[in-house]
């Protein structure tokens, strides 16, 4: 897999996802092009006009796992090649000048202005919300000299861009919260095993089968891979249809996982692989002695030592 | 159970959740009281100023589903009473008298603002969008003389209500999009069995507990109770820790199901019961013999007579 | 329970049944009736002439765990009440006065002559076999004066109490073998819980159900209740169905065994209970926390409040 | 697979044992050593002096299945090439020119003792027992003229061959008794696939590891594949350690058999592969097209691809 030399994000310049992909080795240096949707920007991959795209996938002040993971999965294969951690810290910013006195009006996104509600109330009550498309778009606004607030709730990053004063920092009221996002390639980029990995799946629940989850949660259980994630969506098409949204532990080129995978394509053959992957915390599973790849490779011996006759 | 005689909801006037509210048999007649946010809601209900509060649960367009019931499980208890499905449509509206040509910017809810895209970009395609807190803020705004905008996406309800002109009625890209709704009341309020019912619960992840998720869901498996719905949300405190949010088909006092909740709560004590109430589809789940309140009898009686040596 | 006054076992006087029944508290000086078959002992208890049988289950030199299961479950309800441990060991009896260089034909029973071959083979290889209905019966033959043949291979009580020449002891390949017998009572005999005990079932496969053995056996995985034996047995009326006789871990009056017992009524209603009783070796199962009587007296609170609307 | 051209089988002569090997296609114009054991038996092939052997493998009154099971498990490896069912009747065999009304003692194996009582006890309920070896046995003692009885219970087939009286046919309790027997040969005889076939194997239990039961059998369940015996066994050197002896339905050379069977060699690596050899009764298995060898081969097309980057 040949690192990416173009990239795009969910933007504007300056929001939380671009700061993601700023902690990509090499995306600093490299051409990077905002987009306005998640959907935009993963299909700026797939035609080819970039490499990859940062994008938001959990917990975000900017989006959601579900919508993301939804985008991915619908249209041509894409592979997730990525994800990363970003600290999400909001600063109060005003135009250059002012005091905390002097704020009126907060421009930011709904759920930002949900998230410093605790710190307005207490240190300036009498200051409006005024809705914003994203915290980055609240800054820019105000670094252009939108006339409709006097203050905006947005990054660090994009307040030190744009040359804004910071009137205050951490004003969120959960402090070590962090947001995931991913970086999205085309299938050919399958990132190498790390020994530290994760598996995105989207697995359509099979038709007519009432204790079907249960059957694809044992397609993992049965190889000792563990599942880190799971939700159960609708399909949209018919009342009383699923699929699930998951993320294993392992990456596919995993003896355990390889045969997982094998296992849900047969119960569904609908299945979607959106990528192996590092994963952002390192951390390595506890895979037992009997799902290593020593022991899939002895089980293979012993029978094809049975197939042969010996 | 009393019937509830006042009520809250995520407002303002006029929104889908409104519109939910009067599905309500008798909420049309009753005292209804608009709340600036779930959590306001939810904390009217537990301060007994009102009886209940509805509040969007799925796929809105005004919340989501998982915030909603991270704020029903935390605090005092509360209880779903039941389940509404609201289609959603969206019309264009604008001040009265205008017509379509009029249209320049256009306030509306982000996820409102997606859904209509295709249909802007037809026949208007030069106007621009204006962030809204909600669908319905945005209505009253144009009604109240707002200047920065000229035209609202918003439900049908609120354009009525507010006397504004429709400019085009059902102007999303999904037909038949409906939205999950519910009631939230307090502990002594458990709706009766009707059959077709649906049971929300919270189940932390027992802690040092690797294949816990198959443990879990065997509980409904070995009760023969099927799930319409499984997400895991990660706690917040701790890395690597996890709850499970899940609708089961059933009401507590199916015997298949209390069984089931039983069996949770000695893996998982934490386990949080948010309601059994009756499904807005009133699907009934198919019960086997074995999984019936009659066979649920008839094992009690033989294991009562070995017990007294006969 | 009131201990048993008259016992039955399988005879002829000086089987190592009868030793088994000797190792029960107080047989030692209660009237003990040798029975000609298992059948017939099982069938004394039934007609109430006497209160309890020792017959034997397991790897037995005088018969199998199968069919004295199934004579059990055959019929009038009977109660496994206990199981005794005895070590089996041969020694090889002649008439008074006799010597090692006098055998020339050796009686016994099939099972026993396998196991003394080896000794046999290499002390007096000349020696014949002469089949024996038990190794009891040869000794008493001999005693008796039966003319067929000169020593018996059978136990040291036999030998001791008619008073042959013991010309060799230990002389079976196998040191430290050890059978299993159970005593048998009747329905109203429940033996107290001691905390290392062990529960027997006869249960029938379901009958239209394919994968009905996984469901059987979740029902004791589910609460925790591990298996000390599983066997699978045809019925003998319709080829292709099955039922499964199993030793699980625990007392019906431990709750996790009584709830597992409940399941499996409901699945299986033919279900036959044989009897929980102590453990011959005394060793208590490790219960995990959430199968604990504990566990199960706190769910069932938990659950009392959510129906009583608290 | 090269037919076998010299036999061994449990003797004597005139065995049910032999009765099943002439069943086998090309068995009566073969050579046929009779066996005085099973171990023997098994042994004659083992050192290539024959090329296969039958022995009884189930409810016989010859032997028993677990006996039989062990003593091809153990030693050098032995595959089972077919099964073959025979029914089970008994004659009332004298000495030419005998009638019923000379009978005074019987000779006959134990169990075919105990199955036939019914009918001596109401036919001619003066005569006595006398216990010998084997049905076979106590014909070949009748017609060599020991002394010590007039009658014998054995199969048709001996008493024909031995040219006894039949002095009364089908004694025995059940109508209908049939006895499995199994043909053993080398491991370079692997039989091919018919579509209806059978596997037998013995798995020890993984030392340290409570639940491994259901471990064990999910790896059948998960890959569709019915088990149609399943028993545990105490592997006879520690108290608590246990071995399973089973026969699933299918071919080795099926992929979801296959797939079982390196899931069980990756769980317990000790496990030793018995035969997959035709069902006697020609009953093929339903198999889910999920768990077909197209949905085998159609995975691993796909997991190739996605290996492959495309």
Redesign the interface.
């Known amino acids: 897999m040949t690192p990416p030399s173009s990239y795009t994000y969910l933007g504007p310049e300056g929001t939380f996802t671009e700061a993601a992909l700023l902690q990509v080795p090499g995306a600093g240096g490299a051409r990077r092009v905002p987009a306005l949707?998640v959907g935009s920007a993963l299909d700026a991959v797939r035609a080819g006009s970039v490499d990859a795209a940062m994008v938001p996938i959990e917990?975000s002040v900017e989006g959601?796992v579900s919508a993301t993971l939804d985008a991915i999965a619908v249209g041509a294969p894409l592979r997730i090649l990525r994800e990363e951690l970003v600290p999400i810290t909001f600063v109060l910013a005003g135009r250059p000048g002012a005091g905390l006195g002097d704020v009126r009006r907060i421009a930011t996104h709904?759920h930002a202005w949900?998230q410093c509600r605790t710190w307005v109330d207490t240190n300036i009550s009498d200051a409006e919300?005024f809705?914003?498309?994203s915290t980055a778009?609240a800054a820019h606004g105000l670094a252009e000299g939108e006339e409709?607030y006097d203050a905006a709730i947005c990054s660090p990053l994009v307040a030190e861009r744009l040359g804004l004063a910071v009137l205050a920092r951490d004003i969120g009221d959960?402090t070590d919260a962090v947001t995931r996002f991913v970086l999205v390639g085309r299938?050919?980029?399958?990132p190498p095993r790390t020994g530290a990995d994760k598996t995105t799946l989207v697995i359509p629940l099979?038709e007519d089968h009432?204790?079907a989850?249960?059957q694809i949660?044992?397609?993992f259980?049965?190889r000792g891979v563990?599942?880190?994630?799971?939700?159960?969506r609708?399909t949209?098409q018919f009342?009383?249809d699923?699929f699930f949204s998951v993320d294993a532990d392992g990456h596919?080129?995993d003896a355990r996982v390889?045969d997982a995978?094998?296992?849900l394509?047969?119960?569904s053959?609908g299945?979607r692989?959106l990528g192996s992957y590092a994963r952002a915390?390192r951390?390595s599973p506890?895979v037992e002695r009997?799902?290593s790849d020593d022991?899939?490779a002895?089980?293979?011996g012993?029978?094809g030592d049975?197939?042969g006759?010996?």
Chains 1, 2, 3, 4 share one sequence.
Do not use: C
């Open positions: 949707t917990n959601g709904g949900a919300y809705p914003a498309s778009a409709g959960v299938p050919e980029d399958l099979p009432p204790g989850l249960m949660l044992d397609q259980a049965a563990n599942l880190s994630r799971i939700e159960s609708p949209g009342l009383g699923y596919v080129e390889a995978l094998k296992g394509h047969r119960i053959p299945l692989f915390d951390r506890a009997h799902t022991a899939f002895a089980a293979d012993w029978l049975i197939l006759g010996r």
